[in-house]
């Protein structure tokens, strides 16, 4: 095991070992959130701006976040999004694009409205406020509500029309959104705390508090310290199994042998060879 060829295999494991104990240290390190949000500090109602920015994804701290924004409903945008539970009760949420007021360059983010139980108050809902938008165009309102993320975008079933929205999710309502030439939206979206007129009021309670310990990251940090122990146990199988090769391949051809030395053996039965008679002269 002190041949150069194994201690130079050792410290190839201390390298490795040192990188993998490395890894373990820093996913301990975010396993544990060390500065968590105080009780209650999502029903803090805080400016938009100031939680999350257009095209980012929303923190998990924020998840559930009440916040304020102003800005105005763009005509023709108010769209219905199916498959919604209000108290328990399957319905439909009316959405609307909200354009941000004072904003460098034209910012959006996708606002329910509230929350329908047939799809035909939630169609009706939609056409009043998208004449409603229309006849008071640019007319900025104030909206507070949650924050919440983005639930990815879902094929409709089968059969269904598909333009058809499943998920409260922002890039599926971006599709189809008019007057989208260079804006930036936001991946979030928010729930509005009041409903609009002949819609119910979305039930969207304060968010669970969260367990400041993450233990899938515990449990990844574990395994790394299990890899850096593999590579030194990997060493010395290596190591070990040709020191055993090694007395094995002795055993079978002790040193010291001489090939050579039957030869001059005396024959069994213990006589000498005979003396070679001499000439006479």
């Not at 029903?43 to 257009?54: A, F, G, K, S």
């Not at 991946?187 to 509005?192: A, K």
């Not at 609009?196 to 233990?215: F, K, M, Q, R, T």
Request: glycine share 8%.
């Amino acid at each position: 095991m002190l041949r150069p060829q194994w201690i130079a295999l050792l410290v190839l494991c201390l390298v490795i070992a040192g990188i993998f104990a490395w890894l373990g240290q820093w996913q301990l390190s975010r396993a544990i959130d060390t500065d968590p949000p105080p009780p209650g500090a999502t029903e803090q109602v805080q400016p938009l701006d100031e939680i999350n920015q257009p095209g980012e994804y929303l923190p998990e701290p924020f998840v559930g976040q009440r916040v304020e924004t102003r800005g105005s409903w763009v005509p023709g945008d108010f769209l219905v999004v199916s498959s919604r539970f209000n108290g328990g009760v399957e319905g439909y949420w009316v959405t609307g694009q909200l354009r941000l007021a004072d904003t460098a360059v034209p910012t959006s983010i996708a606002v329910a409205v509230g929350w329908a139980p047939d799809a035909a108050i939630a169609q009706q809902a939609v056409v009043a406020l998208n004449d409603a938008a229309a006849a008071s165009e640019g007319e900025v309102v104030d909206i507070t509500g949650r924050l919440i993320s983005d639930e990815g975008p879902a094929l409709p079933d089968s059969g269904e029309d598909p333009q058809t929205i499943t998920r409260m999710s922002p890039p599926a309502l971006l599709a189809q959104w008019s007057d989208t030439d260079g804006l930036a939206v936001y991946r979030s979206f928010i729930v509005d705390d009041l409903a609009a007129p002949g819609l119910v009021e979305i039930d969207s309670p304060a968010p669970e508090a969260s367990s400041p310990v993450n233990w899938l990251n515990i449990f990844y940090a574990l395994e790394w310290a299990i890899f850096a122990g593999f590579a030194f146990y990997l060493w010395y199988r290596l190591a070990r199994d040709q020191w055993e090769k090694e007395l094995e391949d002795l055993e079978d051809d002790p040193e010291g042998a001489d090939p050579e030395g039957d030869a001059s053996v005396a024959p069994s039965g213990g006589s000498e060879p005979p003396a070679p008679a001499s000439r006479r002269h």
